[in-house]
Structures are given as structure tokens and as C-alpha cells.
């Protein structure tokens, strides 16, 4: 076992434990007793929620084919064809689920509107930088959704064809992709801040049949004009058949292109096509730091299993509730966003900045638009802490149960500052999945305790487990982040890999027929999970492996620390050497007293073996796209990998923060 990851002997008291009306009326407490009932799965075990849990979570995993049944049923999945079976083959990669089953997607996101006594209601709530929230109601949003969906058939698209976004968190991103979906197209989308380079690099890969698009976007309280970078997409895709324009500055469209209010102005019900349970819904990206971003497929019939069995389960979202996760169009939380339509639950879409006008403003979104699961980035939360907002004592949250934070492993202090400055009562659920499957491995449960510093539970039909280098599972001990059964929002493929040969290779290598992620992580013996980071990446000294979010757990916490970023680099001369990069607070300087200090907490909190070699100042810490430190990147840099071979500059945040880790490379080389 790792020194640095010892569990306690003594099990530590929870922060937090659901009451017992909470557990009761939990949907995943009646799925639960109705499974037992209909499908097989053990009886809960009376008055005891960790143990119930456990027993449902292992059926989950051993009887899949009941299991995800079982899903189907409890919430009405529609098929316009029933499956021949559910699993027809369990291997990975290549898993078939639901075999000549036949339904759509877009359908059951937009069942809501069917209701009489719902159609009025809101389901999605605008939001931008004025923080005043709009409402589109359920007839409205299939309105539209069926309007642009006839369009689509009008302009060509048949099932099958690919159509691109480029457009921010609004509600026309919503209806684009929901009218692709009905017509059984393939929808992909890019955030505007994306440059034409990184759009093209993912675009251009599955060569779309339509672009819609805006002419600009507004963040941090300032217009950003895009048109020269749409004209610059419509150059360098060929094979578009329509560019659409959706005016957010007010532009007129530019010759060639259609008006977005045009092609949505009809009345017209959505004609949904009746596609195969594995057709293409989406494609990812992965964040292509190296590359080419990999373009992730998954289907229709396994995202929507996925997404109602993690929202309307693990979230316990369902009719009244109000979905806000801070995300944009780049991010596969964009489309868990949108999948809460799936249980009927109203959904927010924030676009702007995440700290505009200032840090307190995603507490602001929350409060005025009522929402009852606040999704955000453990990044956020720990500025907030930094910067001394008090979200209880500057807006009314009393809406919010939940506030759930994925991107990066939440810290111990972060579970604290949520408790103590939100709410005593709030359920903290720190989640950590992929966009690999578009969804979590772990995280919320709403009937479990919450510990500080790790997440609830494995997620339902996820067999979920830590193995050492021999393949061995582990408990209490850190090992690789492996899935050993298949989930149905794995992905179908990745584009152009014709003979599978990339999917096999990016999960598949090291424990072959096994999803092996590229995370550390520890199950422990009470059933919780811990994230220490990424696997690639690793701090190996002296044979004691440390993830590297537990470096920049223990050195954020102090004040002049903005943020960090450690690398452990293997020497050609069989040397190791690990710095500690620190971008500091205003104000503060990187002294001696600041470095002893430093050096101080990793030695007493965290390992004396991991105490960096050297505390080095940057002027800020390189991120993806999507907001991961570039740990690889700036590893291979310092091997001596040139910038070209290192890193797709279309994938970086700020290219010239990596210009400091170059030089520095160079400079030790010399």
C-alpha cells in the first residue's frame, strides 16, 4: 500500500447523511424496491441505505441484462420495435446491446410536451451575463424542434448525415441538436472560443452536411465577432449543403446562408425516425493535446439508457426540478445538461463567463433560476473559497439539494467551504466519468452518506474496480481506474478507425477486453471512491505512486497559491526529477519562506518521497480547451519533445504559457 494513501483504521465520520425522508422518497429507493419486485434484483435491506445500496449496485454489475431491462421499463423507454435481446454479446470492445430494438432519442427528450398539463411549463431557462433567466416552454421547444427538424429533411439530411454547431450554451444549440436526433442525423458541436484551427481538427474529421452557427458570442461582458472564423469553417468544409445563422449579435447572414428564424417559424410536430438502438446520436472529442482529437461515436438507444439511469437515478431529477451545469457546447456536460429533458426536468444553460461580473456569479444563476442540482468545476469552488465568497449569506439557494463538481477530484477543503458557507444539509456529490462515455463511473447517490474527500459510490451498472499492474483488484490501495463489464454509452466506434484499431488501443491495451481509463483511484472498504488523477501521468518515486491532484490539494490551499502544476520526469540517465510549478496570488512572491513552506505540507500531509525537487514560478498554468491541466504536454516538453510533436496547439487555452516550459527544457539541456 501507498504510504501517501493509507486508509485510517478507524472509519471517519460522514459530513453529511441523507435524512431518512430523503431516503425514502429517493426514485432510486422505489426503482430499487420495484426491481427487487419484478426483476429479480435483492430486496433493501430495511433502515440500512449503505447496505441496500451495495446489494442493488452488485446485482447492476453481475445481471446485466436484468438490470438495464429493468431501466428500460421504469421509465417507459419507447420502442418502436422491441429488442431481440438485450446483451447479444458482452465483450469489450464490441459489446451489443438491445439487438433490433428501434426507437429515437429526441423522442423521449421531448415527451414532456405530450402532457397537457406540462406543455406551459418551462423546460429550458436562458441565461447570459445580465443573469435575468428566459423561458422557452415544452410545446415551444418541440415547436421549433420540428420546424427545424422538416428543414433538415428539406435540405438533404438523411439518417446517418452529420450536422455541426458552432455556437454557445443557448437554447438554439438545443434545438439543432434535438432536430438532428429526430431525423436520425448526427449531431457535434464546438464552443465559439474555439478558433477555427481546433473547430476544423474536429470537424473536419466527420465532414458535416450543415454548419449552423452564430456570428459571435459574448463573455466577460465583451462581444467576440466570429464571422471571419465561419468564413473561414465554410472554406474548409467542402461538403456542406447548408450554413445556418443564428444572429446572437444581430448580424445579417452572410450570402449562401439561411436565417435561423426562418427555418424555425413552422408548426409542426417532430417526425421522429424510428433508428437502431446503436445508430449514431453524437460524436465526442477527446481533448487532442497530442493530436488529432480522437472522435468519440456513441448511439442513441446507449446514451439515452445511460443518461435516464444517471439523472433520474443517481441525480433523482424528475418533473419540478431545475438543472444548472456551468458548461459549454465543448464539453461532453453540455450534453449531460441537455439529457436532463429526458426526466422531464426543466434545464438551465448558462452562457457566459463562469466568474462574470465576479467570482459570486454562477450562486447568482442558481438563485434566480431556482435551481434544485448545481453542477460546477471543483476549480470554481475552490476560487470561490480563495477569493472569500459566502454563497448562504449573499443569495437564496434554498432551492438547491444538491451541488454536484466534476473536471478535476474535489478537494477535502472544497466538501468543508460547501458545507460550512452553503448549506450543513447539502447533498456534495463529487463525480468523476468521461467523455469517453458521455457519463459518470462514479459519484452521486442520493441515499448514502457524503465523506470529505471522496466520492459516494460506484454508479449503477458501472463494475467499477482498482487493479495493480497484474490485473489484480485492490481495496483501500491505489490501482488503475478499470470498468470490467460493458456500459451502453461506451463508445459504438471512433470515426474513421474503420478497423477499430484506435478504440482498442485508447482503453484496451494494457488488460485486454477490460476498460482500463487512465485515472488512479481507490475503492475503499466502505464503498466510496477517491480520484487522485491521472495515470499517465503519475508521480513514481522510490516505487510510491501519488496522483497529482493530491499535490495540488495540499499546496491551493495556501493563499498565495492560485494554482500548481507538478510533473515527474523520467531522465535518459535513469534519474527522476520533479518540479513544482506555481502560478502565485497577486501580490505574492515566491521567496524561500514560501518554498520552505511549501516543501513543509507535502512532507508532513502528503509523502517526504514527493516533495519536489525545485519551486518554480510560471506565469500561469497551461490548461485544455476544456479546462484539464496539460500534464502530459508539459511533461514531454521537459523530456525534450519539441512543441510540434508535444502538443495540438488547437487544443490549448493559452499556447504561450507552454513557450516558459519550453525554454526551461532548453535551458536544462544546455
Not at 273 to 294: I, R
Not at 480 to 504: C, H, I, K, Q
Amino acid at each position: 500500500m501507498s504510504e501517501a494513501h493509507a486508509v485510517p483504521s478507524s472509519p471517519p465520520e460522514p459530513l453529511w447523511r441523507p435524512g431518512d425522508e430523503a431516503v425514502e422518497t429517493a426514485r432510486i429507493t422505489r426503482f430499487h424496491a420495484w426491481a427487487a419486485a419484478e426483476h429479480g434484483a435483492p430486496a433493501p435491506v430495511p433502515g440500512d441505505a449503505e447496505a441496500s445500496y451495495a446489494a442493488l449496485h452488485r446485482w447492476s454489475v453481475t445481471e446485466l441484462e436484468a438490470f438495464w431491462q429493468a431501466v428500460a421499463e421504469w421509465f417507459q423507454v419507447s420502442f418502436s420495435r422491441p429488442a431481440d435481446a438485450v446483451l447479444a454479446d458482452r465483450t469489450m470492445p464490441g459489446a451489443r446491446w438491445f439487438t433490433g430494438a428501434r426507437l429515437n432519442y429526441a423522442e423521449h427528450a421531448l415527451r414532456a410536451a405530450d402532457d397537457p398539463g406540462r406543455a406551459g411549463e418551462p423546460a429550458l431557462l436562458r441565461v447570459d451575463e445580465r443573469h435575468e433567466p428566459s423561458a422557452a416552454t415544452w410545446g415551444e421547444l418541440r415547436r421549433q424542434v420540428g420546424s427545424l427538424a422538416a428543414a433538415l429533411r428539406r435540405l438533404g439530411v438523411r439518417p446517418g448525415d452529420r450536422v455541426s454547431g458552432y455556437l454557445p450554451n443557448i437554447p438554439e444549440a438545443v434545438v439543432a441538436f434535438l432536430a438532428t436526433a429526430a431525423v436520425g442525423g448526427v449531431w457535434t458541436s464546438c464552443a465559439p472560443d474555439f478558433g477555427a484551427r481546433s473547430v476544423l481538427d474536429r470537424f473536419q474529421q466527420i465532414e458535416p452536411a450543415v454548419l449552423v452557427t452564430v456570428d459571435g458570442y459574448r463573455y466577460g461582458g465583451k462581444e467576440h465577432d466570429r464571422t471571419a472564423t465561419v468564413a473561414e469553417l465554410r472554406r474548409e468544409l467542402p461538403g456542406l449543403k447548408a450554413v445556418v445563422h443564428v444572429p446572437l449579435l444581430g448580424t445579417p447572414a452572410p450570402g449562401g446562408a439561411l436565417e435561423w428564424a426562418e427555418l424555425t417559424s413552422e408548426d409542426v410536430l417532430p417526425d421522429y425516425e424510428q433508428v437502431p438502438f446503436d445508430h449514431p446520436l453524437w460524436v465526442l472529442y477527446s481533448s487532442g493535446t497530442t493530436g488529432l482529437p480522437k472522435a468519440i461515436v456513441q448511439s442513441q438507444g446507449g446514451i439515452l439508457l445511460e443518461h435516464l439511469k444517471q439523472l433520474g437515478l443517481h441525480c433523482d431529477l424528475g418533473p419540478g426540478d431545475r438543472l444548472f451545469w456551468y458548461t459549454s457546447t465543448g464539453w461532453m456536460m453540455w450534453n449531460f445538461l441537455v439529457s436532463g429533458l429526458l426526466t422531464a426536468t426543466t434545464v438551465v444553460l448558462y452562457d457566459g463567463s463562469p466568474g462574470y461580473p465576479d467570482t459570486g456569479a454562477q450562486w447568482r444563476v442558481a438563485e434566480r433560476t431556482g435551481a434544485t442540482l448545481y453542477g460546477t468545476s471543483a476549480a470554481y469552488v475552490m476560487a470561490c473559497r480563495k477569493d472569500g465568497v459566502h454563497p448562504a449569506r449573499d443569495f437564496d439557494l434554498s432551492a438547491v439539494r444538491c451541488v454536484a463538481t466534476t473536471g478535476s477530484p474535489l478537494p477535502p477543503d472544497g466538501f468543508r467551504w460547501l458545507h460550512e458557507k452553503v448549506s450543513p444539509d447539502l447533498w456534495i456529490a463529487s463525480v468523476s466519468g468521461g467523455t469517453d462515455v458521455c457519463s459518470c463511473f462514479a459519484g452521486a447517490v442520493p441515499t448514502l452518506p457524503v465523506y470529505v474527500g471522496e466520492l459516494q459510490a460506484p454508479c449503477l451498472g458501472t463494475d467499477l474496480q482498482a487493479w495493480d499492474p497484474a490485473g489484480g483488484p485492490l481495496t483501500d490501495e491505489v490501482g488503475e481506474l478499470v470498468v470490467t463489464e460493458p456500459m451502453p454509452s461506451m463508445p459504438v466506434r471512433f470515426w474513421n478507425d474503420d478497423d477499430g484499431a484506435r478504440y482498442r488501443d485508447s482503453y484496451f491495451t494494457m488488460y485486454p477486453g477490460v476498460w482500463r481509463h487512465g485515472d488512479w483511484t481507490t475503492l475503499t472498504s466502505r464503498g466510496t471512491v477517491v480520484i487522485h488523477g491521472r495515470s499517465d501521468s503519475t508521480l513514481n518515486r522510490q516505487g510510491v505512486r501519488m496522483g497529482s491532484a493530491d499535490i495540488y490539494e495540499a499546496v491551493e490551499r495556501l493563499p498565495e497559491i492560485r494554482e500548481s502544476l507538478v510533473i515527474g520526469v523520467e531522465l535518459p540517465d535513469g534519474g527522476y526529477w520533479m518540479p513544482l510549478f506555481v502560478h502565485l496570488a497577486p501580490g505574492a512572491a515566491l521567496d524561500d519562506e514560501l518554498r520552505g513552506r511549501i516543501r513543509r505540507l507535502i512532507r508532513a500531509e502528503l509523502s517526504p518521497r514527493h516533495v519536489p525537487d525545485e519551486v518554480i514560478e510560471v506565469p500561469g498554468v497551461p490548461h485544455t480547451l476544456t479546462g484539464k491541466r496539460l500534464e502530459v504536454p508539459v511533461k514531454r516538453l521537459l523530456q525534450g519533445t519539441p512543441m510540434e510533436r508535444a502538443v495540438n496547439p488547437g487544443s490549448v487555452d493559452d499556447l504561450a504559457l507552454l513557450r516558459f516550459f519550453e525554454r526551461l527544457a532548453t535551458e536544462r539541456g544546455g
